[in-house]
């Protein structure tokens, strides 16, 4: 079968501005058919989108239970090197010295 310019198959429509941002619209974060419900797995570590940006999630756990952000020089180990295991047993604040000490210098980064 060949196909011509306005065979029914290929009608050859332009769609508009306005369509095609509700198309785009329609596949955003909670209507996209693979949500996740706002949480993702990145560099072995738990991600959760959080007003809009995702934040690690072991960082944001902690900062609920302390109640106060974590500060500059604060970082959360995981006791048992599990990082996507965020139970708050397994968590403990140190600081950025300590937590070099405890990992031997194998981190880098914010944790």
Do not use: C
Not at 13 to 42: D, M
Not at 75 to 93: E, S
Request: avoid cysteine; charge should be positive; proline fraction near 2%.
């Amino acid at each position: 079968m060949k196909f011509k310019k306005g065979h029914k198959i290929n009608k050859g429509r332009k769609l508009t501005a306005e369509h095609k941002k509700k198309i785009s619209e329609s596949h955003l974060r909670e209507k996209h058919p693979n949500w996740k419900g706002g949480k993702r797995l990145q560099n072995g570590y738990f991600y959760i989108l959080i007003e809009g940006n995702y934040i690690r999630e072991h960082r944001y756990l902690m900062e609920k239970f302390i109640g106060r952000k974590l500060e500059p020089n604060e970082m959360v180990h995981h006791i048992n090197g599990i990082k996507t295991d965020n139970r708050l047993g397994n968590l403990q604040i140190v600081d950025i010295v300590e937590h070099g000490r405890i990992h031997g210098g194998q981190h880098g980064g914010k944790n």
